[in-house]
């Protein structure tokens, strides 16, 4: 089995030191086999914050997978967010805005969804390529789990109230994701827990309990945000996921002012494909 630990939205320069310092703590004595972070490390995308995320980084132990999100592009230096969007980004955490890990049960792949600027008004919005959806879809994973990393939300989730664009073109790399036989989306952005499945014939349901995968299931699980005061009416989150060939495990993990309790959300079952 493969354990990977899902952490989003740590928006450095909003966090919250002690629960950094119990996420590191958990994190070290409960070590998964890779962590995934679904964006957002900075809150203002600022050298300070930069710095800070950096030194977190360095501080885990384990191998560390981390996409951009919106927060992570500088926003009212416009030069700059125009021409050098990710100049900050390569600079302290990586080159590359893509990274990939993988083993004998699972194949993650980083997706940056987060743009400088789109068509639209709101600038936080996330957007996947033509050519990235390409990617992934000569992704193989053959016997392995497909496990993709990005920030923004493709389903609503709980976010009964919309407050939150999906990402442009999420069905797209939602129908690709389909066609591989176990598939798994990790996504931030909301600072709100939730998992479900998708199917290209009855779209979104909540994934909860005990359950088998159909053919062409989807499962997608957000995170919240793992150290920020940045909450959105549940207390820091993160996911902790356990993948086999015969299925994945998914436990939040919640803090309640002193300690990480974990909370069982979903075990699932890969069905035949």
């Known amino acids: 089995m493969t354990v990977i ?6 928006h450095f320069g909003a966090q919250k030191p002690v629960v950094r310092e119990a996420l590191l703590h958990v994190l070290t004595m409960e070590p998964p086999d890779v962590i995934a972070i679904s964006g957002d490390l900075t809150q203002n995308a600022t050298h300070r914050e930069f710095v800070d995320g950096r030194a977190f980084l360095d501080r885990l132990r384990q191998p560390c997978l981390i ?4 927060h992570d592009i500088v926003g009212h230096r416009l030069i700059e967010r125009f021409t050098r969007p990710y100049e900050r980004w390569r600079r302290f955490v990586a080159e590359g805005l893509e990274p990939e890990w993988s083993d004998d049960n699972v194949v993650i792949r980083g997706v940056n969804s987060a743009r400088p600027f789109g068509p639209y008004l709101n600038w936080s919005r996330g957007q996947f390529s033509p050519a990235q959806i390409a990617a992934i879809d000569r ?4 016997r392995r789990s ?3 990393v990005a920030h923004h939300p493709v389903v609503w989730g709980n976010d009964t109230d919309r407050d939150y664009d999906l990402v442009t073109r999420g069905e797209a790399m939602l129908a690709v994701l389909a066609r591989q036989p176990r598939s798994i989306m990790l996504l931030g952005h909301r600072h709100r827990s939730h998992a479900s499945l998708w199917n290209a014939e009855g779209g979104e349901r909540e994934a909860r309990g005990h359950m088998t995968a159909r053919p062409g299931d989807v499962l997608i699980v957000h995170a919240g945000t793992a150290c920020s005061d940045r909450l959105r009416g549940e207390a820091n989150s993160w996911n902790r996921l356990g993948v086999c060939g015969e299925g ?5 993990c919640t803090f309640d002012g002193t300690r990480w309790t974990r909370v069982a959300r ?8």
């Open 67 to 70: 996409v951009p999100g919106n």
């Open 146 to 148: 497909l496990v993709v």
């Open 266 to 273: 979903l075990t699932l079952a890969w069905g035949s494909r």
């Open 139 to 142: 992704t193989g994973a053959a």
């Open 5 to 10: 630990a899902h952490l989003s939205d740590l």
């Open 248 to 252: 994945v495990s998914v436990e939040t």
